[in-house]
T-cell receptor, first 115, second 114 residues
Framework: AQKITQTQPGMFVQEKEAVTLDCTYD???????LFWYKQPSSGEMIFLIYQGSYDQQNATEGRYSLNFQKARKSANLVISASQLGDSAMYFC????????????FGPGTRLSVLP | DVKVTQSSRYLVKRTGEKVFLECVQD?????MFWYRQDPGLGLRLIYFSYDVKMKEKGDIPEGYSVSREKKERFSLILESASTNQTSMYLC?????????????FGDGTRLSIL
């Protein structure tokens, strides 16, 4: 069975600094996708970034980058130059490549950006 | 941009009522999903659909049903609402590509059952 672990229930970061949110996963699938989502207090889930298990390079999207270490089964999200608007819950998720598999979400990390 | 629209942001109903939560997506996605989100329990999959008139049970289908008569619309039905169904409900859609397509979510419906 697939499982996502996010060991940081809450994180604080100073505005304009970088922060890393941890995510480890467990799967026996040879091919899978890893995703990060942001959920502000208003409730919507916003897709941030995707990493494929066979991608050679770490994914980047603007201020977001994914530190993917396949052998360690980790997919940490790095947010550079934090902004006050980055304060939110962040969820790591994965999906295997087989038909019929659904997303598995981690428990989330609450990030608070301090002015 | 993908747009997933849920009919209500906030909804208050009474126990025993039949409740309909509507979700519409505008990107011709085959896959649609309903989740509920509760503090400490994360996102839990209720039902999903990979095609029109097709539905599959997720992890917690009890007390719910769904309808997908058109590709763009996926409705969640609480047959007889109970207080333990008070929750945040999130609808999502995606393309059917294996493993690589993100799910796109609506804004969520905060449902209170009194």
């Amino acid at each position: 069975a697939q499982k996502i672990t996010q060991t940081q229930p809450g994180m604080f970061v100073q505005e304009k600094e970088a922060v890393t949110l941890d995510c480890t996963y467990d799967t026996s699938d040879p091919s899978y996708g890893l995703f990060w989502y942001k959920q502000p207090s208003s409730g919507e889930m916003i897709f941030l970034i995707y990493q494929g298990s066979y991608d050679q390079q770490n994914a980047t999207e603007g201020r977001y980058s994914l530190n993917f270490q396949k052998a360690r089964k980790s997919a940490n999200l790095v947010i550079s130059a934090s902004q006050l608007g980055d304060s939110a819950m962040y969820f790591c998720a994965m999906r295997g490549d087989n038909y019929g598999q659904n997303f598995v979400f981690g428990p989330g990390t609450r990030l608070s950006v301090l002015p | 941009d993908v747009k997933v629209t849920q009919s209500s942001r906030y909804l208050v109903k009474r126990t025993g009522e039949k409740v309909f939560l509507e979700c519409v997506q505008d990107m011709d996605h085959e896959n649609m999903f309903w989740y509920r989100q509760d503090p400490g329990l994360g996102l839990r999959l209720i039902y999903f659909s990979y095609d029109v008139k097709m539905k599959e049970k997720g992890d917690i289908p009890e007390g719910y049903s769904v309808s997908r008569e058109k590709k763009e619309r996926f409705s969640l039905i609480l047959e007889s609402a109970s207080t333990n169904q008070t929750s945040m409900y999130l609808c999502a859609s995606s393309l059917p590509d294996r493993g690589h397509q993100p799910q796109h979510f609506g804004d969520g419906t905060r449902l209170s059952i009194l």
